[in-house]
């Protein structure tokens, strides 16, 4: 018998003896009466782990899905109940260092695989959701599938890391690959609709996409038709590199055109980049080649309106400068950050020109050039990179993501800056990347990132944009060192800090419907009256809001269960296209649109938005709020809700997040309606 | 839980009480033809009330004036016998008994098995081989113990001595128990730990014994062997142990006319010394420790607290618990072991199992959790494992000899 074949026999009776521990394991758990259950779990989740982690295991648990589920290997956890669940969080679960979270999730998808298959009729979850499931979780994660595991996956993971990897191909087979796509395509639309400056995963869905439509061995059959835009988007836009030529190819090319074919490239890249928020490299190619002609073909290649092509006519050094610095091929991403400042027209407020140059010519610490060039490479070089971000952040301040990170404050702070007051950001830059200190005043006290030793996050994130990654560090400190300050104050430090580390725009004023000590709902009519009063056009007076506004949110699932609280800006009221009143807020998660149970999905296009707004109907925005500001010189007259509105949201409110937190009193008045 | 899932018992058989909560112990009542109540302190009453389990609140202290108020509930009832589940509930359960049987004698059986002093003596008496023991009250008297043995080894001043081994009473297994070879160590025993019973050190083979006794007949009797004390056990033994079962079931016969026991469950622990002499070590009235119950079920199939309910139950027949057990050691389908884990550095941050381990053929599962805390508290006595790692196959050496590997990885680093 030649080696291999020994070996693989060796694996094969390897398979056989834990299928039989399996079998046996699960028989043991389905004998368990219920209320001893949790306690025997264990062992069926170790044997579920080493049978998945063999060549061809995820096949043996699959078959055995209906009874592990029967057994109760999900009783008492969110994968009980499927429906529930998101497809998002899979990857969560399949990345976690904990062998039990990537078991319970693994086998969760398996069992919603034969549910799909026909082989198992699920009591709540029929084929046609299984089915939409798997795809939605595959296209989500199909980096898992298609790419090669990553260094921080080894790392977190080690020998669990190939438990994910095996179920995706299992999944993907079983599956077929052509249902992956249109899924994935689907939602690299969703994504990009936000505008995020952050689009590398994006980036490396679409790359998969393509890989594997140039795939002879996989079978896509009618799917895959919408990648064409998102492909060619960043892989050949244009006529002249259509077929991917290369950048060099590209600039031969384009030394030989006239300047009708000029014109001609530079609207195609233009169109293509406005489509999708997605710049190809040849884009930063003929941008920096259009250089040396005029300033129409340079608006041209931006896609500028008339507001745009002004403010390049304006400051044409300044954007030339600009280009020149941050626009490379792998810094293309700029150029939409860079067409969307001038869209903005925010270069005509006057610190705004004087702070670009500065940052143009702004010296790096020596920290600041190692951080970023080891998140982005050391090509072209550190400075461009950070001009990139600082174009991005500026030109799409609701692009801003807290990446997978808790410091959604300092995200919101950066975006809140770059949206409200740009040069306040700029300063920011400087102190961080040149000084490696900011210093922000307290009630009068200056606190020093320097002194503060922790924050919020306890690693130094990686995964952000150039900015974040150089500021956020110094603004986690300095919030968490002024909640530090507030140790003692009676109620919520938000009331304090957040005026302080946002800006004098927040309003003073602090209303908060959670009483600290005890966590219970507190005064809760008044505290949304007041909110309406404050913020909703019809009972204040037909203000629209001024400033963004921080605000808390509890945030809850998609079975309106309480997560967590979390901090967001509020941006605008007003109606939307439906005639309904809006709450437009952004939220510094990466991707906003969540869904928050009892029937609050949050959106983020096609009501009125803006790129990178998120909105919610008033009320329902209202029953996930928990703290707002406002300006306590302003009349505080409480609004006068109908009484029913008011029921409405106070009953959402009792339905999701304050479904504990009912004040005793309360309780009294309305027994329970089981 | 779902109504399918509420207990259906057979009316015509007895109604058993379990002393001390044991979500095992009760979980296989719950699935079993006997109707059951658990007696356990008040802190278990939230988890009975959720999964409707039948529960009676009595918190085990020491017996007292209103002990016989939970015997008399019991009686009230209903409820047929008692059945102690830790050595604590050793004591109520004879005094309970007595009370539900109207024999006296029950109590003072039960004093004698909880009392390790008392439990040589009478052993002794009833011409069972037992080492040299004496009770001690403080440190010199430890001190003399600890000289006097090694005289009688004639051992000269210099010699290394022999171990004396300190034990407390009344508390289960390896609790309190500690090994004494010098006086100075004898300093390092804390006042609050006397009095203690101590033992001339037996240089032999240990192993235990589980026997399930209805009727004052053996009705299946199990031999543990230890691969090392404290850490690991298996069942059923090696042929070369099990070779001494016909003297061993003798020598549990004696233990069975010497106290007296007429039903229930012993678990005595016996040395076997080079000749082949046994020494009796201690008798405990309740289930073992270290998961010997588990053990059993995964090596024979059968539910070793169903075989304790039977053996305690007076209205089992002789018939049903003939048919309920298994024959001793040809019945086994394999012998099951497990392996408790220390952790071996002083400092610790994960739980890693490792791949030799894992990747054995005999490799079942285990039950070991994350660390808490990082540093490990020095081990004093003999201790309690972070928890155990079990194996099943079909070779007792392969079986002996993995655990005994075991005991040089690291499961915690």
């Given at each position: 018998?030649?080696?291999?074949?020994?070996?693989?026999?060796?694996?094969?009776?390897?398979?056989?003896?834990?299928?039989?521990?399996?079998?046996?394991?699960?028989?043991?758990?389905?004998?368990?009466?219920?209320?001893?259950?949790?306690?025997?779990?264990?062992?069926?989740?170790?044997?579920?782990?080493?049978?998945?982690?063999?060549?061809?295991?995820?096949?043996?648990?699959?078959?055995?899905?209906?009874?592990?589920?029967?057994?109760?290997?999900?009783?008492?956890?969110?994968?009980?109940?499927?429906?529930?669940?998101?497809?998002?969080?899979?990857?969560?679960?399949?990345?976690?260092?904990?062998?039990?979270?990537?078991?319970?999730?693994?086998?969760?998808?398996?069992?919603?695989?034969?549910?799909?298959?026909?082989?198992?009729?699920?009591?709540?979850?029929?084929?046609?959701?299984?089915?939409?499931?798997?795809?939605?979780?595959?296209?989500?994660?199909?980096?898992?599938?298609?790419?090669?595991?990553?260094?921080?996956?080894?790392?977190?993971?080690?020998?669990?890391?190939?438990?994910?990897?095996?179920?995706?191909?299992?999944?993907?087979?079983?599956?077929?690959?052509?249902?992956?796509?249109?899924?994935?395509?689907?939602?690299?639309?969703?994504?990009?609709?936000?505008?995020?400056?952050?689009?590398?995963?994006?980036?490396?869905?679409?790359?998969?996409?393509?890989?594997?439509?140039?795939?002879?061995?996989?079978?896509?059959?009618?799917?895959?038709?919408?990648?064409?835009?998102?492909?060619?988007?960043?892989?050949?836009?244009?006529?002249?590199?259509?077929?991917?030529?290369?950048?060099?190819?590209?600039?031969?090319?384009?030394?030989?055109?006239?300047?009708?074919?000029?014109?001609?490239?530079?609207?195609?890249?233009?169109?293509?980049?406005?489509?999708?928020?997605?710049?190809?490299?040849?884009?930063?190619?003929?941008?920096?080649?259009?250089?040396?002609?005029?300033?129409?073909?340079?608006?041209?290649?931006?896609?500028?309106?008339?507001?745009?092509?002004?403010?390049?006519?304006?400051?044409?050094?300044?954007?030339?400068?600009?280009?020149?610095?941050?626009?490379?091929?792998?810094?293309?991403?700029?150029?939409?950050?860079?067409?969307?400042?001038?869209?903005?027209?925010?270069?005509?407020?006057?610190?705004?020109?004087?702070?670009?140059?500065?940052?143009?010519?702004?010296?790096?610490?020596?920290?600041?050039?190692?951080?970023?060039?080891?998140?982005?490479?050391?090509?072209?070089?550190?400075?461009?990179?950070?001009?990139?971000?600082?174009?991005?952040?500026?030109?799409?301040?609701?692009?801003?993501?807290?990446?997978?990170?808790?410091?959604?404050?300092?995200?919101?702070?950066?975006?809140?800056?770059?949206?409200?007051?740009?040069?306040?950001?700029?300063?920011?830059?400087?102190?961080?990347?040149?000084?490696?200190?900011?210093?922000?005043?307290?009630?009068?006290?200056?606190?020093?990132?320097?002194?503060?030793?922790?924050?919020?996050?306890?690693?130094?994130?990686?995964?952000?944009?150039?900015?974040?990654?150089?500021?956020?560090?110094?603004?986690?400190?300095?919030?968490?060192?002024?909640?530090?300050?507030?140790?003692?104050?009676?109620?919520?430090?938000?009331?304090?800090?957040?005026?302080?580390?946002?800006?004098?725009?927040?309003?003073?004023?602090?209303?908060?419907?959670?009483?600290?000590?005890?966590?219970?709902?507190?005064?809760?009519?008044?505290?949304?009256?007041?909110?309406?009063?404050?913020?909703?056009?019809?009972?204040?007076?037909?203000?629209?809001?001024?400033?963004?506004?921080?605000?808390?949110?509890?945030?809850?699932?998609?079975?309106?269960?309480?997560?967590?609280?979390?901090?967001?800006?509020?941006?605008?009221?007003?109606?939307?296209?439906?005639?309904?009143?809006?709450?437009?807020?952004?939220?510094?998660?990466?991707?906003?649109?969540?869904?928050?149970?009892?029937?609050?999905?949050?959106?983020?296009?096609?009501?009125?938005?803006?790129?990178?707004?998120?909105?919610?109907?008033?009320?329902?925005?209202?029953?996930?709020?928990?703290?707002?500001?406002?300006?306590?010189?302003?009349?505080?007259?409480?609004?006068?809700?109908?009484?029913?509105?008011?029921?409405?949201?106070?009953?959402?409110?009792?339905?999701?997040?304050?479904?504990?937190?009912?004040?005793?009193?309360?309780?009294?008045?309305?027994?329970?309606?089981? | 839980?779902?109504?399918?899932?509420a207990q259906n018992y057979n009316p015509e058989k007895g109604y058993v009480a379990l002393?001390?909560?044991?979500?095992?112990a009760?979980?296989a009542a719950d699935r079993f033809d006997r109707r059951y109540v658990?007696?356990?302190?008040?802190?278990?009453?939230?988890?009975?009330?959720?999964?409707?389990?039948p529960?009676?609140?009595?918190?085990?202290?020491?017996?007292?004036?209103?002990?016989?108020?939970?015997?008399?509930?019991l009686?009230?009832m209903g409820v047929d016998i008692s059945i102690?589940?830790?050595?604590?509930?050793?004591?109520?359960?004879?005094?309970?008994n007595?009370?539900l049987l109207?024999?006296?004698?029950?109590?003072?059986?039960?004093?004698?098995?909880?009392?390790?002093?008392?439990?040589?003596?009478?052993?002794?008496?009833?011409?069972?081989?037992?080492?040299?023991?004496?009770?001690?009250?403080?440190?010199?008297?430890?001190?003399?113990?600890?000289?006097?043995?090694?005289?009688?080894?004639?051992?000269?001043?210099?010699?290394?001595?022999?171990?004396?081994?300190?034990?407390?009473?009344?508390?289960?297994?390896?609790?309190?128990?500690?090994?004494?070879?010098?006086?100075?160590?004898?300093?390092?025993?804390?006042?609050?730990?006397?009095?203690?019973?101590?033992?001339?050190?037996?240089?032999?083979?240990?192993?235990?014994?589980?026997?399930w006794?209805h009727n004052?007949?053996?009705k299946?009797?199990?031999?543990?062997?230890?691969?090392?004390?404290?850490?690991?056990?298996?069942?059923?033994?090696?042929?070369?142990?099990?070779?001494?079962?016909?003297?061993?079931?003798?020598?549990?016969?004696?233990?069975?006319?010497?106290?007296?026991?007429?039903f229930g469950?012993?678990?005595?622990?016996?040395?076997?010394?080079?000749?082949?002499?046994?020494?009796?070590?201690?008798?405990?009235?309740?289930?073992?420790?270290?998961?010997?119950?588990?053990?059993?079920?995964?090596?024979?199939?059968f539910n070793?607290y169903h075989g304790m309910i039977l053996a305690f139950d007076p209205k089992t027949t002789e018939q049903e618990i003939d048919a309920f057990f298994?024959?001793?050691?040809?019945?086994?389908?394999?012998?099951?072991?497990?392996?408790?884990?220390?952790?071996?550095?002083?400092?610790?941050?994960?739980?890693?199992?490792?791949?030799?381990?894992?990747?054995?053929?005999?490799?079942?599962?285990?039950?070991?959790?994350?660390?808490?805390?990082?540093?490990?508290?020095?081990?004093?006595?003999?201790?309690?494992?972070?928890?155990?790692?079990?194996?099943?196959?079909?070779?007792?050496?392969?079986?002996?000899?993995?655990?005994?590997?075991?005991?040089?990885?690291?499961?915690?680093?």
């Open positions: 018998m030649s080696q291999p074949e020994e070996y693989n026999l060796m694996e094969a009776s390897k398979l056989q003896s834990l299928t039989e521990k399996l079998d046996r394991a699960i028989d043991s758990l389905s004998q368990t009466r219920n209320f001893a259950k949790v306690a025997k779990i264990q062992p069926l989740f170790d044997i579920v782990r080493r049978v998945l982690q063999q060549e061809g295991g995820c096949a043996v648990v699959e078959e055995r899905a209906q009874r592990l589920e029967e057994a109760g290997i999900f009783a008492g956890s969110d994968w009980a109940q499927p429906h529930i669940l998101i497809p998002t969080l899979s990857t969560f679960s399949l990345k976690s260092p904990e062998p039990n979270t990537v078991v319970i999730e693994a086998l969760s998808e398996l069992r919603l695989l034969a549910v799909a298959m026909g082989d198992y009729i699920h009591p709540t979850m029929s084929r046609e959701q299984a089915h939409h499931f798997l795809t939605q979780v595959l296209a989500i994660n199909l980096e898992l599938l298609f790419g090669v595991a990553g260094e921080a996956e080894r790392e977190q993971q080690g020998k669990l890391a190939g438990i994910p990897r095996a179920l995706f191909r299992h999944l993907a087979e079983r599956i077929g690959y052509e249902h992956v796509i249109d899924q994935l395509i689907e939602e690299i639309w969703r994504i990009l609709q936000q505008r995020p400056i952050q689009v590398d995963s994006v980036k490396q869905m679409i790359t998969q996409i393509a890989i594997c439509q140039s795939n002879p061995d996989i079978d896509l059959g009618a799917s895959g038709q919408g990648a064409d835009r998102l492909i060619s988007s960043l892989y050949g836009p244009t006529q002249a590199c259509r077929e991917d030529p290369g950048v060099a190819v590209y600039l031969e090319r384009l030394e030989g055109m006239d300047s009708g074919a000029l014109q001609y490239e530079a609207t195609g890249f233009a169109r293509a980049m406005h489509d999708t928020g997605l710049v190809s490299p040849y884009h930063a190619v003929l941008l920096r080649y259009l250089l040396n002609h005029g300033d129409h073909l340079l608006a041209e290649g931006m896609g500028l309106s008339s507001t745009g092509r002004d403010c390049l006519l304006c400051y044409a050094d300044l954007v030339r400068a600009l280009i020149d610095e941050a626009i490379h091929p792998e810094t293309a991403q700029g150029i939409f950050g860079l067409a969307q400042l001038l869209e903005r027209g925010i270069l005509y407020q006057p610190p705004l020109a004087p702070a670009l140059w500065r940052q143009l010519a702004l010296p790096l610490s020596a920290y600041s050039n190692e951080r970023l060039a080891l998140a982005f490479g050391p090509s072209p070089s550190a400075r461009a990179w950070l001009l990139q971000g600082v174009l991005c952040m500026l030109g799409q301040p609701l692009g801003v993501g807290q990446g997978n990170n808790p410091t959604c404050q300092s995200a919101r702070a950066l975006s809140m800056w770059a949206y409200n007051d740009p040069d306040y950001l700029l300063q920011m830059v400087v102190w961080a990347a040149r000084d490696d200190e900011i210093i922000i005043h307290f009630e009068g006290q200056p606190i020093s990132s320097r002194d503060s030793l922790s924050g919020v996050a306890t690693e130094i994130p990686l995964d952000l944009d150039p900015v974040s990654m150089l500021v956020v560090p110094h603004l986690d400190r300095i919030y968490a060192e002024m909640g530090r300050r507030c140790i003692g104050r009676p109620g919520d430090p938000h009331r304090w800090v957040n005026p302080e580390f946002h800006g004098w725009w927040s309003g003073r004023g602090f209303r908060i419907n959670v009483d600290v000590e005890t966590g219970k709902l507190d005064q809760l009519d008044d505290f949304l009256r007041h909110f309406y009063a404050s913020y909703h056009p019809y009972y204040n007076g037909n203000q629209p809001l001024i400033h963004p506004q921080p605000a808390g949110i509890a945030v809850t699932d998609s079975a309106a269960r309480f997560i967590g609280w979390h901090a967001i800006t509020i941006l605008r009221v007003s109606l939307d296209p439906r005639e309904v009143m809006r709450v437009y807020f952004f939220n510094p998660n990466n991707d906003s649109g969540q869904n928050w149970g009892d029937g609050i999905t949050v959106s983020t296009a096609g009501e009125g938005e803006r790129f990178g707004e998120s909105s919610l109907p008033f009320e329902q925005f209202a029953s996930r709020l928990y703290i707002f500001h406002f300006d306590p010189l302003e009349s505080g007259e409480l609004a006068i809700i109908p009484a029913e509105e008011l029921s409405e949201v106070n009953a959402r409110i009792s339905r999701s997040w304050g479904v504990d937190r009912l004040p005793a009193n309360e309780l009294q008045a309305s027994p329970g309606t089981t | 839980m779902s109504k399918s899932d002393l001390g909560w044991s979500l095992n009760v979980e658990v007696v356990a302190p008040d802190w278990a009453q939230p988890y009975c009330d959720e999964h409707d389990i529960y009676v609140p009595w918190n085990f202290e020491r017996l007292n004036d209103r002990s016989l108020e939970i015997a008399q509930t009686k009230e102690p589940l830790f050595e604590e509930t050793v004591e109520w359960a004879g005094a309970i007595s009370v109207d024999n006296p004698r029950l109590f003072g059986q039960a004093m004698l098995l909880r009392d390790k002093a008392l439990m040589k003596r009478r052993a002794q008496l009833g011409g069972i081989r037992v080492g040299i023991f004496e009770e001690a009250h403080d440190k010199e008297d430890v001190v003399r113990f600890l000289k006097r043995v090694n005289q009688t080894l004639l051992k000269l001043d210099g010699d290394p001595n022999d171990p004396i081994h300190l034990k407390a009473f009344d508390k289960a297994g390896c609790l309190g128990h500690r090994v004494i070879r010098t006086p100075d160590e004898v300093d390092t025993i804390p006042d609050e730990e006397f009095p203690v019973l101590m033992e001339s050190h037996l240089d032999g083979w240990e192993f235990a014994v589980e026997a006794i004052g007949k053996i299946f009797l199990n031999i543990s062997e230890y691969v090392t004390l404290g850490y690991s056990v298996f069942v059923p033994a090696t042929p070369e142990l099990e070779k001494y079962r016909p003297e061993i079931t003798r020598q549990i016969e004696k233990l069975i006319k010497t106290f007296d026991i007429e469950f012993i678990h005595p622990e016996y040395f076997v010394t080079s000749d082949g002499e046994m020494y009796f070590g201690e008798v405990a009235y309740r289930p073992p420790g270290f998961k010997v119950f588990e053990l059993l079920e995964q090596a024979y199939g070793a298994p024959k001793e050691v040809v019945d086994a389908k394999g012998h099951a072991g497990c392996f408790g884990v220390y952790p071996r550095r002083r400092v610790v941050s994960h739980l890693q199992i490792p791949a030799e381990t894992e990747d054995h053929e005999y490799f079942e599962s285990h039950e070991l959790a994350a660390p808490v805390e990082e540093t490990v508290t020095k081990r004093t006595a003999f201790g309690t494992h972070w928890g155990l790692v079990y194996f099943f196959g079909k070779d007792p050496h392969i079986l002996r000899d993995l655990l005994k590997h075991q005991e040089d990885l690291d499961f915690y680093v």
